[in-house]
């Protein structure tokens, strides 16, 4: 309720708060009249991708998920009042919002940065330490590949000419340069993703590796049946009864 108590008694000073009240009320609505839009529109486009959800992939589908949780923030935000607009700004800025604290298990790269001046700028003097500010960034690396080369010599006796050579190390799959690593990367991204396979002869292609999506479903079938008798030992382990 208002308090007419509380009212300035200067006319000027009541024009002046009759103006600001009306710019406030203004902005309100124009903003209220944009979420309407907003709201009709992603209404519309929801009603119809909603029509074609059968037969649509999951990543399609996870878009509609987004649209929907979209919408209804928007409804949400629609049906503030001014009052509760207010009172949610006052309480996030009570309330600020801390920085998220970084993995400990990431990588730590240590950037020194140390001051120009070697002595002090005010008597020349030398400079002691006296304590440090640090801030972390996160950066990311894109895919990188390594080439592991299993260099195996040959040695031969001198009194009998025998030839002695270490044996060749197993590999994952046969007659096939995939490592564990990769064919692990490709599995996860595949199966815990959902990232298709000519996607990821993308990402490899755009990091250096040109390969096919035939040899990534060789790749992944050799994977599979190598997996195998893991597989079913825990299904077993998990359900003796099967």
Not at 21 to 26: D, G, I, K, M, N
Not at 74 to 90: D, E, I, Y
Request: with cysteine; charged share 20%; glycine share 4%.
């Amino acid at each position: 309720m208002l308090d007419t108590n509380a009212l300035p008694t200067d006319v000027m000073q009541l024009q002046r708060l009759l103006v600001e009240h009306h710019a406030l009320v203004t902005s309100q609505s124009v903003d209220l009249r944009t979420q309407q839009r907003q709201i009709e529109h992603l209404k519309f486009q929801l009603a119809k991708l909603r029509r074609f959800r059968f037969g649509q992939s999951c990543e399609q589908m996870q878009g509609v998920e987004q649209m929907a949780l979209e919408l209804e923030a928007l409804v949400a935000s629609a049906a503030l009042t001014p009052a509760s607009r207010l009172a949610a700004v006052v309480l996030d800025k009570q309330h600020p919002v801390r920085r998220q604290h970084l993995p400990e298990h990431f990588e730590r790269i240590d950037n020194t940065i140390e001051p120009a001046e070697c002595a002090c700028p005010g008597c020349g003097g030398p400079l002691g330490l006296l304590g440090s500010d640090s801030a972390e960034i996160l950066d990311v690396k894109t895919v990188t590949f390594t080439v592991t080369r299993h260099i195996r010599p040959k040695k031969r006796c001198s009194s009998c000419s025998i030839i002695v050579q270490a044996a060749a190390p197993a590999r994952p799959l046969e007659k096939s340069f995939a490592g564990a690593s990769l064919l692990a990367l490709i599995l996860s991204w595949k199966y815990a993703f959902h990232l298709p396979l000519y996607r990821q002869c993308q990402i490899f292609a755009h990091a250096g590796l040109t390969i096919s999506r035939t040899t990534l479903m060789q790749w992944v079938a050799g994977s599979s049946e190598l997996l195998g008798p893991l597989v079913a030992a825990l299904a077993r382990h998990t359900c003796p009864t099967l």
